[in-house]
């Protein structure tokens, strides 16, 4: 069994700074790329930023230069840090990674969502 749980959602003013946190659990092998993905009410989810096991990166346009994904692989987790938040990121943020276990085979797996909302 795997599980990636979020956390540090919240309520911030625009201009303002939140850090997320997601850590996966369970009989993990190996974690290949783990993302952040939101989805605001009446939207499709969207990618916003993703990072290999070597640490390549990769950012959609409306989050580059305010956003940081980054990881610790001892720790099995994946940041994001917001920075000069707007209310259009306001959306439940879902990490995910796509995790090798012992018992074989690799798989996508989600966290259950975390809540960001920006007011203005």
């Known amino acids: 069994q795997v599980q990636l749980v979020e956390s540090g959602g919240g309520l911030v003013q625009a201009g303002g700074s939140l850090r997320l946190s997601c850590t996966a659990s369970?009989?993990?092998?190996?974690?290949?790329?783990m993302g952040w993905y939101r989805q605001a009410p009446g939207k499709q989810r969207e990618l916003v930023a993703t990072?290999?096991?070597?640490?390549?990166?990769n950012y959609a346009d409306s989050v580059k230069g305010r956003f940081t994904i980054s990881r610790d692989n001892a720790k099995n987790t994946v940041y994001l840090q917001m920075n000069i938040l707007e209310p259009e990121d306001t959306a439940v943020y879902y990490c995910?990674?796509?995790?090798?276990?012992?018992?074989?085979?690799?798989?996508?797996?989600w966290g259950q969502g975390t809540q960001v909302t920006v007011s203005s």
């Open positions: 990072i290999t096991s070597g640490g390549s990166t």
């Open positions: 369970g009989t993990i092998f190996s974690i290949n790329a």
């Open positions: 995910n990674a796509f995790i090798k276990t012992w018992v074989g085979g690799g798989y996508v797996y």
